[in-house]
């Protein structure tokens, strides 16, 4: 493929997600954010399998990298995941305070 086509399809991507992620409602956010988690291990898979298989010394190099982007960017979804579902938790409140055993006459 040349490089106008693989632009091309890029370009369309960002719009399709772009309105994919708009469109979503808030009560589902969390759930999205899991999807795209498994998509960036999928993303790692791809990267391993293009560094094994690399010729030359600069794209294993770049396998690496895309190894390493990729993890962070699953560990700190999983981060972010783990804020927002906090976010939902009841809080405990404490007990009400009770006399300091001073009764009333």
Do not use: Q
Not at 67 to 84: D, H, K, L, P, Q
Not at 86 to 105: D, Q, T
């Amino acid at each position: 493929m040349d490089f106008i086509s693989i632009l091309s399809i890029f370009v369309m991507a960002c719009f399709v997600g772009y309105y994919v992620v708009w469109s979503v409602t808030p009560a589902l956010h969390t759930p999205l954010m899991a999807v795209t988690n498994a998509i960036s291990s999928v993303i790692i898979v791809g990267a391993l399998i293009a560094a094994a298989e690399a010729g030359s010394p600069a794209a294993k190099w770049l396998g690496l990298i895309g190894i390493v982007f990729a993890s962070v960017n699953i560990f700190g979804g999983f981060a972010v995941t783990e804020r927002m579902l906090a976010m939902y938790k009841k809080k405990e409140r404490p007990a009400p305070a009770k006399a300091s055993g001073v009764e009333g006459k």
